[in-house]
Structure formats: structure tokens, C-alpha cells
Nanobody, 120 residues
Framework: VQLQASGGGLVQAGGSLRLSCAAS????????IGWFRQAPGKEREGVSC????????YYADSVKGRFTISSDNAKNTVYLQMNSLKPEDTAVYYC??????????????WGQGTQVTVSS
């Protein structure tokens, strides 16, 4: 099982980034894909998740209305479009495969992180 996160970078407050999570080694439809983030000195928190098979998405309150998660099943890839970014969105972002939830304990497989830095 492999999950490859990419798309992070440095952006000014108010800007946008799109993260990608490319999955391989498992049946894509069998798992939900979640995005988590971890800022220095903080716990890893759930940001958003999507289940293509259940046509379900969840968002953390802190990103609702600003972030959009989507899935391209033909490419086994999940995207996180992040708009109106704020300095407090700065973190390492991880994607994971597991159950449809924002709780990290529900996830079995994790990718490496991609750094997102939002300057004020």
C-alpha cells in the first residue's frame, strides 16, 4: 500500500494550494481517504475525508467553506483544494486510507507528509 502526498508549498495568506494524494496497492473504492495535518507542537488533526463508494465527505469546522475534497477514481487520486488560506493552516499535511472519519485511529495506512506554509 502506498499513499503519495504532494502539492504543498509556501503561499501568502488568502492564497490557494491543491494537495494530491495518489494511492496504489489497494482497491481504491474499499477505503475512505482522509487528509490530516500536524502543526509543530500540536496533535495531528483530521481536516477532511471522502468515501467515493458512499459519496460522503466530512470537513473539520476550521476548514469548512474554504477547503474542498474530491476524488478521481480513474487516477486513484484524492485532491484537497485549499482556498483562503490562513497562517493557522500551516502544518505538515498527510493523507491516509481507512474508515470514513476525521479520527486518525480509523486509518490504517498513511502517506508521507507535505509541508504547507502560509505567510501573513
Amino acid at each position: 500500500v502506498q499513499l503519495q502526498a504532494s502539492g504543498g508549498g509556501l503561499v501568502q495568506a488568502g492564497g490557494s494550494l491543491r494537495l494530491s494524494c495518489a494511492a496504489s496497492g489497494f482497491t481504491f473504492d474499499d477505503y475512505a481517504i482522509g487528509w490530516f495535518r500536524q502543526a509543530p507542537g500540536k496533535e495531528r488533526e483530521g481536516v477532511s475525508c471522502i468515501s467515493s463508494s458512499e459519496n460522503t465527505t466530512y470537513y473539520a469546522d476550521s476548514v469548512k467553506g474554504r477547503f474542498t475534497i474530491s476524488s478521481d477514481n480513474a487516477k486513484n487520486t484524492v485532491y484537497l483544494q485549499m482556498n483562503s488560506l490562513k497562517p493557522e493552516d500551516t502544518a505538515v499535511y498527510y493523507c491516509a486510507a481507512g474508515g470514513i472519519s476525521l479520527q486518525r485511529d480509523e486509518y490504517d495506512y498513511w502517506g508521507q507528509g507535505t509541508q504547507v506554509t502560509v505567510s501573513s
